[in-house]
């Protein structure tokens, strides 16, 4: 029973360290620090499979029979994991996100 329980912690604490990790991959200064070919793809490949790793087990642990208190740092996980995705491979999630957050000055009539 003890290996089981260490099975599962340490799989939750991959996910847990998932996130941040993806985030931190995905960082300008991760960007500027692998500009060489050979780094970059790396790096991307890395960052592809630690999201993957995170996405994976969130949606395994949001759709089973877990804790609530699972579940929310699962969700957590999941979008930091999808934003170092978005913020690597493409930032259509977040600019449409800002667009659609933006406000008009001039209002919904537009200029008059």
């Known amino acids: 029973m ?3 329980a260490l099975v599962v912690a340490i799989i939750i ?3 847990l360290l998932s996130g941040p990790l993806s985030l931190a991959l995905s960082s300008k ?3 500027r620090l692998t500009e060489h070919l050979a780094l970059k793809v790396i790096r991307r490949i890395v960052m592809g499979l630690i999201s993957f790793f995170g996405i994976s ?3 395994f642990f949001v759709t089973g029979p877990f804790p609530i208190g699972l579940k929310v740092i699962c969700v957590f996980c999941f979008l930091l994991n999808v934003w170092a995705l978005d913020r690597e ?3 259509y999630i977040t600019s449409s ?3 659609k957050l933006r406000r ?8 008059s």
């Open 29 to 31: 200064r991760a960007k």
């Open 57 to 59: 087990l969130s949606i």
């Open 104 to 111: 008009d000055p001039n209002g919904p009539a537009g200029q």
């Open 13 to 15: 604490y991959g996910l």
């Open 89 to 91: 491979y493409g930032g």
């Open 97 to 99: 996100i800002k667009n």
């Open 2 to 4: 003890e290996s089981l």
